[in-house]
């Protein structure tokens, strides 16, 4: 079994940083994509930024240039670094592995940023 663990989500004025992490811990034994998700309560999930297992990285278009993701495979992490944060990147935001030939999923993290 895999968990993982979200934090970093917060109240924000809009301008503002942000640094999401997530931790995999479990029987794992390599990770292959990692990836940040977002989701509004009625609204599908969407993907906001995502890592390959050898660092290639590809983002929503909503976010490119302000978000960065970035993983340390020691520490069975990835990172969403969110700059200049607008009213609309309000939304549950969910960190996503593939391992084990399956997917996992944390269990979300607000982040609310104020106009």
Do not use: H
Request: aromatic residues 10%; glycine residues 12%; contains cysteine.
């Amino acid at each position: 079994q895999v968990q993982l663990v979200e934090s970093g989500g917060g109240l924000v004025q809009a301008g503002g940083s942000l640094r999401l992490s997530c931790v995999a811990s479990g029987s794992i034994f390599s990770i292959n994509d990692m990836g940040w998700y977002r989701q509004a309560p009625g609204k599908q999930r969407d993907m906001v930024a995502a890592i390959s297992a050898g660092g290639r990285a590809n983002y929503a278009g909503s976010v490119r240039g302000r978000f960065t993701i970035s993983r340390d495979n020691a520490k069975n992490t990835v990172y969403l670094q969110m700059n200049s944060l607008k009213p609309e990147d309000t939304d549950v935001y969910y960190c996503r592995m593939e391992t084990n030939y399956m997917y996992y999923w944390g269990q979300g993290t607000q982040v609310t940023v104020s106009s």
